[in-house]
């Protein structure tokens, strides 16, 4: 191995170094002064598990404001595809900021708006054309998605499923189901959304095995909902994650997928794909439904697409999104500068970032395999495609009881020992990291994780 098992203590840090290194103890005292500033002026809902304060950032590597050198697994939540301060987004951005960086792609016309839109339509699967409407973040795509198919079919009910997160904004939060606390205080749900169970193999709703399983988690819909609650006529979309990424990055069979496709071809209802944290690569593939082989009548894509910049994309078939002037617009939403850095991204995951994400992927797999097998009766599940992976926790293998406490303490001990972590679901680490990692940072990563995790299970 490249790198000590232990952690590094240097003054002078070089600046191209791939592997953690750690100078002061964490947080440092400036990152300690600016926590406490952050506390006091900005909003309190945001959710911090430690305190890293970053400074800047490199390929798969960032460094705090007191020198501290951590190895990022996270990727700013799956938005850094081409991992911090790519020379070529960088160059990209730089460029397009010298020429103009805003003129309102809802008022007017320029070139960066509709070569992006044409790119989408390749990129996205689906042969058939398509139409783009361009907003800043997930949320707004989401709430694009809703309103297009609101819009095409005059339907107002929509279908999702538990544990999904598709944003905050009053639309897409009727969607989201990931945990209560995003939806306490804000009343009832500003759309008339059914949630049933997501086709999640390890705690199947129905007491179903791979091998024994008939879809139930999609016959549910016309065998109870069509029947009782939600009747097909009203029933606009169903909406759906690719592989669920808040609730826990489940990967779902593939016939999740094609019952799906084939209920909302024979019910007339239109399938919204949500790809804002599956896409971009993140899976080894473009986008995350492209492993199933089904064609979604309408995509949502953000986070990774424009490697750190604020865009969204929602893509939809154009027959569904034959809507009149007006109907739905965004003054920032296809910012030049983000589009100079999304073409960019696209051109950097077609020339090697796709197939290191697949290669890197499969490396990580085995490697926390073999950490599963050394923690076997505390972790259920290690799960992913591509560098979308997902570890659960338990309590133990035969209750499967979900062990939140121990997943938040191996998130801090990862951070303690310089790999930057999240979780998500009840009680899962997810791995995200920027594409452009290679398989030494692999292995350290691999590496960290099964310590932290024994030092979780010691504490």
């Not at 590597?61 to 987004?89: C, K, R, S």
């Not at 995509?299 to 969204?312: D, E, R, V, W, Y």
């Not at 739905?328 to 051109?347: C, D, M, Q, R, W």
């Not at 992976?389 to 338990?394: H, P, T, W």
Request: charged fraction near 20%.
């Amino acid at each position: 191995m490249p790198f000590s098992k232990e952690v590094i203590m240097s003054a002078a840090i070089p600046t191209l170094t791939k592997f953690p290194q750690l100078i002061t103890e964490l947080p440092g005292p400036k990152a300690r002064a600016i926590v406490e500033q952050d506390h006091r002026y900005v909003s309190p809902s945001y959710t911090r598990p430690y305190p890293l304060v970053i400074e800047r950032g490199w390929g798969a590597m960032i460094q705090d404001v007191d020198g501290n050198v951590f190895l990022d697994f996270n990727a700013g939540v799956a938005v850094l595809a081409t991992g911090h301060a790519h020379p070529e987004i960088v160059a990209a951005i730089a460029k397009q900021a010298a020429e103009f960086v805003h003129i309102a792609g809802a008022d007017y016309y320029y070139p960066q708006l509709a070569a992006l839109a044409e790119r989408l339509q390749t990129e996205t699967p689906g042969d058939f054309p398509k139409r783009v409407h361009f907003g800043n973040s997930g949320a707004e795509a989401v709430e694009c998605a809703l309103k297009v198919a609101m819009y095409a079919t005059r339907r107002t009910k929509f279908i999702a499923f538990f544990n999904s997160f598709h944003g905050r904004t009053m639309g897409a939060l009727s969607l989201t189901s990931s945990r209560a606390a995003q939806r306490l205080g804000f009343g009832r749900a500003a759309l008339d959304v059914t949630h049933i169970p997501y086709a999640n193999c390890l705690r199947c709703a129905y007491g179903k095995t791979p091998d024994t399983c008939q879809v139930e988690c999609v016959k549910v819909i016309e065998e109870r909902l069509f029947k009782t609650t939600c009747p097909k006529e009203e029933v606009a979309a169903v909406v759906v994650e690719a592989v669920q990424g808040e609730g826990g990055y489940v990967v779902p069979p593939a016939k999740f997928h094609h019952e799906l496709r084939r209920l909302c071809d024979e019910h007339n209802i239109v399938l919204i794909v949500d790809e804002v944290q599956s896409g971009m690569g993140r899976t080894g593939k473009m986008f995350a439904i492209e492993h199933f082989g089904v064609v979604p009548d309408v995509l949502c894509a953000a986070k990774g697409i424009a490697s750190g910049l604020p865009l969204s994309a929602t893509v939809a078939r154009a027959d569904l999104m034959n809507w009149h002037v007006g109907a739905h617009a965004s003054t920032f939403g296809g910012n030049p500068v983000a589009i100079a850095a999304s073409l960019k991204t696209f051109e950097l995951l077609h020339n090697g970032l796709l197939r290191n994400a697949a290669e890197m992927g499969e490396r990580m797999l085995g490697g926390l395999r073999l950490v599963q097998a050394k923690y076997a009766d505390r972790i259920a599940d290690v799960r992913g495609l591509g560098l979308m992976i997902g570890v659960e926790f338990v309590t133990d293998r035969r209750s499967l009881t979900p062990d939140p406490e121990l997943r938040n303490r191996i998130e801090q001990e990862c951070f303690r020992r310089g790999l930057i972590v999240l979780g998500a679901g009840e009680s899962t680490i997810r791995f995200s990291p920027p594409l452009v990692i290679d398989a030494e940072q692999v292995d350290c990563a691999v590496e960290i994780f099964s310590e932290a995790i024994g030092a979780a299970l010691n504490a």
